[in-house]
């Protein structure tokens, strides 16, 4: 007995589009079992009748959508194109879908480019269709055809389902940049270790960690490795990220990954790491650790069972050595992969007349994927190969100074040296915008109002372009969406080496000292990081406290932070005593509506240690404490807190004693005990060992 034929209603702008929609059709026709329907098979006078194509789409069992940048021609009455109707239709009858979404850098002829305002609709009709769980990019018409052909078969099967994520497993990976190559030796080398299900010491957790020098492609290795269905079938609990950098917050990181599981968030980064071990002892999850400086750091989250396996990413490799890591070395790309991400940024083939050169250029930025991609922006914007690798080998030589020295950090700085005078020479208040973001943390997402301000920008639009612009030069990253006041807005982070250069380009004079030197900001950082706090204080309506400030997905975590920085410390002390209309903590209640518990113990402990024990930080906690409602913390005060209370005379040592002796559990207490340095301290200690 024969299957029943489904229909695939195809969904697309046609002037931009045509081989693209051609290639589509031809890969649903090949597949067994699937017609393809689409405009082509109607009349113009049918066609043209929004009820006609609404209607055709019912008829359909699945939806494929392709989205370009032109929204195209409406219905008459309707101000949305047909293309957004037919996919409005879709959603409506509960159709399946695949969207399959073209890069930002999709070329649109210049005969074809719309007004303003269709531009913005196509612009928010991508948006609306990012956020569709089964979606996917595009490169060409035959990569097109492929990742259709793979996609109809698969959309019911769980384990390969395009960025379907199961509802109650978390996936906390990176999105995979546009333009990548696998490094398949390496790749498959530890991926096999990842697939084991057992390490050489039975019942112990597995630790491996990568390890290479900054710009080699360790993030984007270890995500690719978390995307491979193989290895999401093996850690069929999921995949856990978390970034440190050299600065972590770790209780909040902890947290977070507390919360991605489902569970409550705790006070302290160690009882925080042993509640993420008991949640991981008896499931099977990959958690990536990645960025790490120092060892320490990557203590807290070393937790998991024996089927979970923990993957360090690491430009030391003493941090691997200290958590008993399998070291993995990652070496520079291969001439040829290095040719082959030159094509893929380019979205063209490498000509043989422009081989050797492009060689030479790889060679010189030290096949490092990131001075690579950088390199193909230069040729995109239509740099000859030679005239980069002229340009390139004068940075270098300029750089290596009279001794010669030519290192991988050389090359990558030379290189990175080109983009910023590109920059800076396309557009100098975009240079320094980029410049401005080397004052943030390093790792951090930033959204385009957080960038609004960073920038004193008035228009959120203006500060998305801006986003945009660094992305496409690529000098930031796009990241993972964010729900931001019922909308989602795109999350934007740079690699660590190009804020480690922005934040000496905030301390460059603006006159450079040498011809060749690019202008700075001319700030020391203090200034800096005090000009974006009183940005941000222009925001605060009337004389309300900074609690009052609206979220932009980035200040509340980071106000102390900058206030350190600053060094505005009385600010922080004001901070921690703002209170509601109510009578209640300012700062708590904001803290905690975010879901920022941890963050704000985080901000109270580094408050006490920059007072050096003033008699003004015990007056700090003591309001925390005395009028937030610790709605999640009143039964789980950290014990270093308690210590501190009795150490001020904000409670008595029988205050302390009594609620010593009350909490639980008691192996809390014995086992992540404060340190103890009084008699009086070392009472409650002792109180809650004999009790």
Known sequence: ????????????????????????????????????????????????????????????????????????????????????????????????????????????????????????????????VSKDRMRADFKSPDNLAL??????????????????????????????????????????????????????????????????????????????????????????????????????????LLNDLIREIGDHELPTSEAASAHLRSLLHDRAVLLVVDDAWEPEHVKPFLVGGPNSHILVTTRRAFVADEADAE??????????????????????????????????????????????????????????????????????????????????????????????????????????????????????????????????????????DLLELFWDEALLIHDKKARFEEEYENFYRMHDLLHERAVRFVKSPITPQKEDDLPGLGLDLQAAHSLLLDRYREKIADSSGWHTLPDDNYVHAHLVWHMEKANRIGEIHALLREETPEGMNGWYQTRYRLGQIGGFIEDVERAWELSEKEEKLGMVIRYALETASFNSLSENIPPKLVARLVEFEIWTLDQGLTYAMHQNPRSYWYDNYFELNTPQLAAVGMVKKTT
Request: net charge negative.
């Open 1 to 128: 007995m024969s299957m029943p034929i489904k229909n695939v209603f195809l969904s697309s702008t046609a002037r931009d589009l045509k081989e693209y929609r051609e290639a589509a059709y031809k890969a649903i026709e090949g597949l067994d079992g699937y017609h393809c329907v689409r405009m082509e098979d109607f009349g113009a006078r049918d066609y043209e009748s929004d009820e006609f194509c609404c209607a055709r789409v019912d008829e359909c069992d699945l939806f494929v959508g392709i989205v370009g940048h032109l929204y195209g021609s409406c219905p008459t009455g309707s101000n949305q194109s047909y293309t957004e109707r037919e996919y409005e239709s879709a959603v409506e009858a509960g159709k399946p879908r695949l969207m399959f979404v073209a890069p930002r850098d999709f070329p649109v002829p210049a005969d074809l480019i719309e007004s303003d305002e269709k531009r913005k609709k196509q612009k928010a009709f991508r948006e609306r």
């Open 147 to 252: 990742r259709v052909a793979q996609a109809i078969p698969n959309k019911e099967n769980p384990e390969i389902e395009i960025e379907k994520r199961a509802s109650n497993v978390p996936f906390q990976a990176p999105h995979l940049p546009e333009h990548f190559i696998l490094r398949t030796e390496k790749r498959e080398e530890l991926k096999r270790r990842l697939l084991a299900n057992s390490s050489d010491r039975p019942g112990v957790l597995v630790v491996s960690a990568l390890h290479g020098p900054g710009g080699i492609g360790k993030t984007v290795l270890a995500s690719s490795l978390a995307h491979d269905p193989e290895v999401r079938k093996r850690f069929s609990d999921g995949v856990l990220w978390t970034t440190l950098g050299q600065e972590p917050q770790i209780l909040s």
């Open 327 to 464: 070291l993995y070395e990652l070496d520079e790309m291969t001439s040829d992969q290095s040719l082959d991400l030159f094509s893929s940024r380019l979205g063209r083939p490498i000509t043989e007349a422009e081989r050797d050169d492009a060689r030479l250029v790889a060679e010189l930025v030290g096949h490092l994927p990131l001075a690579l991609v950088l390199a193909a922006e230069r040729i995109r914007r239509k740099v000859s190969w030679k005239d980069l690798k002229d340009a390139l080998e004068k940075e270098i030589s300029f750089l290596e100074g009279p001794r010669r020295r030519r290192t991988g950090e050389t090359r990558l700085k030379a290189c990175l040296n080109l983009s910023f005078k590109a920059l800076y020479e396309d557009d100098e208040d975009a240079w320094r915008a980029f410049v401005w973001r080397g004052i943030l943390p390093e790792d951090v997402k930033i959204t385009a109002p957080m960038a609004a301000k960073l920038w004193d920008l008035d228009d959120e639009t203006e500060a998305e």
